[in-house]
């Protein structure tokens, strides 16, 4: 499995997208619609209509097929995404006429759509697993994308990327890896331009090689193509994130590749530990070491600390009742600290962005107040002092879905309890989405949605000054009197506004949003630009809006 994910979080929440079209490919319609805005009122529940808004929404894709989202940029100036469908949205840039999955790269900016695969690899039904800063695509397959020298007729598991055109050189399709063994993606470094891959596969015979099949790292150098094998243990070697600037990843090892004698820690009992690998050379750092495995989980946004989970007991007498506890390593002095300690698990959410408070779920009390009942509840710990403050308290449980970039530090919170038991309406047992600022003085959540809205959280916007979400829920009282799934965008405050950015009687989903651009990428299979979409197919859309 890939580790493409937001480094700062443990867990990826669901961002699906898609975009615009190509001018070639399709006639571009553009509906300007009034989205409605509403003004809710936490204290009380009571809500007013404010003014209405101009939007735009455009439709860029258009065919009789279904078209979503492949894959949206991880990196948060990222302006392009990969987009996959069955039709041909690109007569001419060499089409898709035999019907088969073929996938696109999609200007979030301009709008440009651009066929990344041809007949030959579309018929493999490749998945792209990253959309790069530099508008490449990454791809995965047990195809034979390319055939021919060197292809892959044996049906291994390899790695492709598709070079975007550059002003020295056209586009182009290359395989990245080629062997009887399969070949996994683990993630990209941006910076770098450096794909992380693992394989059981001899890549590069005799520097230094693989000749026992065991799972090492490599890197592949997309601008000169270079492939580089980083670790030679014989055991199982697994990236688990990139390091700001891209020059080193985080591994998982149960190898001894930082000896004692070497000056490291050393892992002689051969369990598995983290350890920080430079790409250039492969020198590795060891940053745990027990008798039990450790998974490194995150790191914050100044690369001072990476987060440890474990059931060791990293510092002794820490944790004797083996639970799952969360630790910080910091990198600078390679000093561990214990963040978590319960006789429950506990795991880490995320980072608050450019802080050093860590989020944290746990089932335990960690914080006086509790109520004991084991509910899963969120707390932020100073990774510097180890201080905890609680964020969460309910009979149901709760999980961070988002945070964002702002200086607020919103973040948007899941509970199946009732946050805000003064306000009517929460208490359900479904999960209801709240809004909650990570900072001293701001831990009164703000209930979004109430009841079974099945919601979705797309992601915040530029500054943080918009969430994009999607449910099922009458935000807007009389837009959504069908039950349908519509998209809305949320100004985070104390009394934050709502405005509906679609109305159809078919589902609309908010894939993902940007959070460089005004941009919200939609999925529908409704006529949200009216005549556009008649067949009911989903198409993908761009909503725009104004980020003040």
């Known amino acids: 499995m890939p580790i493409d994910h937001r480094l700062t979080h443990r867990r990826t929440r ?16 553009v509906a300007v619609t009034i989205a409605f805005t509403l003004a809710v009122t936490a204290a009380t529940g009571a809500s007013a209509l404010a003014a209405p808004q101009k939007s735009t929404t455009v439709q860029v894709t258009r065919s009789d097929a279904d078209t979503r989202l492949e ?47 041809d007949a030959t690899a579309a018929a493999a ?33 390899e790695a492709w990327v598709y070079r975007s055109a550059r002003a020295t050189a056209p586009a182009a399709f290359l395989q990245m890896t080629s062997s009887a063994e399969d070949t996994f993606f683990q993630t990209f470094t941006d910076e770098r331009s450096r794909a992380v891959l693992v394989s059981k596969a001899d890549l590069t015979p005799g520097s230094p090689g693989n000749g026992d099949g065991s799972n090492e790292v490599f890197t592949y150098d997309v601008p000169t193509g270079a492939l580089t094998q980083l670790t030679a243990t014989g055991v199982p070697t697994l990236p688990r994130g990139v390091c700001i600037g891209g020059d080193c990843v985080f591994v998982e090892s149960s190898a001894d590749l930082d000896p004692v004698q070497s000056g490291g820690l050393g892992n002689a009992d051969g369990s598995v530990e983290v350890f920080q690998l430079q790409l250039d050379g492969g020198q590795a750092r060891q940053l745990t070491a027990s008798a039990g495995a450790s998974r490194f989980v995150g790191r914050d946004d100044f690369d001072r600390y990476a987060v440890v989970e474990s059931r060791a007991d990293l ?46 779920v746990s089932g335990a ?12 509840e969120l707390y932020v710990v100073d990774a510097s002092t180890g201080s905890v403050g609680r964020l969460t308290r ?6 961070l879905v988002e945070i964002g970039d702002d200086p607020q530090r919103w973040a948007v919170i899941s509970c199946t ?21 990570l900072t001293p003085r701001g831990r009164k959540a703000v209930r979004i949605t109430a009841g079974d809205a099945a ?33 809305y965008l949320v100004t985070p405050r104390a009394k934050p506004i709502v405005r509906q950015v679609s109305s159809s009687p078919a589902d609309t989903r908010a894939a993902a949003a940007s959070r460089a651009f005004p941009v919200v990428v939609l999925e529908s299979r409704g006529d949200l630009v009216p005549g556009s979409n008649t067949d009911g197919s989903t198409e993908v859309f761009l909503h725009r809006y104004r980020a003040k």
């Open 455 to 487: 919601p979705h959280v797309a992601g915040f916007g530029p500054r943080s000054l918009r969430l994009a979400i999607d449910t099922t829920a009458d935000l807007v009282p009389g837009g959504n009197a069908d039950g349908s799934r519509e998209a």
């Open 14 to 29: 669901s961002l699906a997208v898609a975009v615009r079209a190509s001018v070639s490919a399709v006639t571009v319609t």
């Open 125 to 157: 039904s490749p998945t792209c697993v990253r959309a790069t800063l530099d508008g490449d695509l990454v791809f995965a397959s047990r195809g034979d994308l390319t055939p021919g020298a060197p292809g892959n007729a044996d049906g291994s598991f």
């Open 315 to 360: 510092i002794s007498g820490g944790n004797l009742d083996g639970s799952i506890e969360v630790y910080v390593v910091d990198l600078r002095d390679g000093n561990v600290r214990q963040l978590t300690r319960s006789d429950a698990d506990s795991h880490f959410e995320a980072f608050a962005p450019r802080s050093r408070l860590a989020v944290v």
């Open 365 to 376: 009390d960690l914080a006086p107040g509790g109520d004991g009942d084991g509910s899963q």
């Open 71 to 117: 894959r949206f940029p991880v990196a948060p100036r990222g302006r392009w995404c990969a987009i996959s469908g069955t039709g041909d949205l690109t007569p001419g840039q060499g089409g898709n006429a035999s019907g088969a999955r073929a996938v696109w790269r999609l200007g979030l900016l301009d709008g440009a759509l651009v066929q990344a695969t």
């Open 394 to 399: 309910s009979a149901g449980d709760s999980a």
């Open 417 to 437: 309890g009732d946050l805000r038991p003064d306000v009517a309406g929460g208490g359900t047992g479904t999960p209801d989405l709240y809004l909650l600022r």
